[in-house]
């Protein structure tokens, strides 16, 4: 009798614990057709892809600034000329 008690109060508790942590798992992610393209493979790449293109697109930002502020930089040939 109390095995039947404790495996009723087990799957009470369970399924009590389990249903809270689906509710604040789905929370975070979208529903549908959105979430299943979320977990997608080839999403999870892109994914990556998208922040190498960022990292990418800064480091050629930097390269450019630094060009600029060479070119900026006043020269000894160019000070003879004035």
Known sequence: MRFR???????VV??????????REA???P????AAMSRHP?????SGLAGLAGARGMEAL???RATIQ???EASVDDLSMN
Do not use: N
Request: charged share 25%.
């Open 27 to 29: 929370e975070g992610r």
């Open 14 to 23: 369970g399924y009590l614990v389990g249903r809270a942590l689906a509710r």
């Open 62 to 64: 930097q390269r450019a």
């Open 70 to 72: 060479r070119r900026l």
């Open 31 to 34: 529903m549908g057709v959105r």
């Open 5 to 11: 008690i404790g495996l009723i109060v087990g799957l």
């Open 42 to 46: 080839s999403a999870q790449r892109l």
